[in-house]
């Protein structure tokens, strides 16, 4: 028998805690954050910007990050520059003239410099498009931060910092995702502008 739908939501909510709780219960993903809200402080400091980009969901997430960025997380503040590579027209026009394995591959091309920053989310790590940005960054020297969910893929292992949330269910992963982006932010706002922060 199915359940009912109370029983699937308190379901829903033990499996999105869980997917934290085991994120949580290694004590490195917590330097992990650390680590990228250093790099992107190192980034932002020398007039670098961030490029962030994602398909499905993970483009809402980089989307949101890219706004709380250029927009405020917790106070006023200056903007910070971050990028996503997730413009409609660029979209379009790259899918139909290149292919959309190289939507965000082109947007790194236009914009990327050495020492910026690319921020790849990919549930699954496999995104064609997302592995030719990583390609496409390296070629021009960037740090490239990347968020990834289930086993890894291919694209684990292959970045200057990683979060992976090793639940096999793409919403858990993107949950937790998004939790991390808004520490990261958070992260980089308390070095940058403690004053924010009763600093």
């Known amino acids: 028998m199915s359940l009912d ?32 809200a250093d790099g992107l402080v190192e980034c932002f400091r020398k007039g670098g910007k961030g490029l962030i980009c994602g398909n499905g969901g993970s483009a809402c997430d980089a989307l949101h990050f890219a706004e709380e960025c250029t927009g405020r997380f917790r106070g006023d503040r ?71 969910g289930k086993e890894g893929g291919k694209l684990h292992g292959t970045g200057d910092g990683e979060i992976w949330v090793r639940s096999p269910n793409t919403e858990r992963v993107q949950e937790v995702h998004m939790t991390v982006l808004h520490i990261l932010i958070e992260s980089i706002e308390r070095r940058m502008f403690p004053e924010n922060y009763g600093g």
């Open 78 to 148: 200056a903007a910070l520059p971050v990028i996503p590579l997730l413009e409609t027209g660029h979209i379009t026009c790259v899918s139909n003239d290149y292919g959309f394995d190289h939507v965000f591959a082109r947007g790194v091309e236009a914009y990327g410099k050495p020492d910026d920053v690319l921020i790849a989310i990919s549930t699954s790590g496999n995104s064609a498009n997302v592995i030719k940005a990583v390609e496409a960054a390296r070629k021009r020297s960037m740090k490239v931060f990347l968020f990834l």
């Open 5 to 36: 739908l109370k029983e699937a939501v308190v379901k829903s909510l033990a499996e999105a805690r869980q997917a934290l709780d085991s994120f949580m219960a290694d004590s490195a993903n917590a330097t992990h954050i650390q680590d990228m």
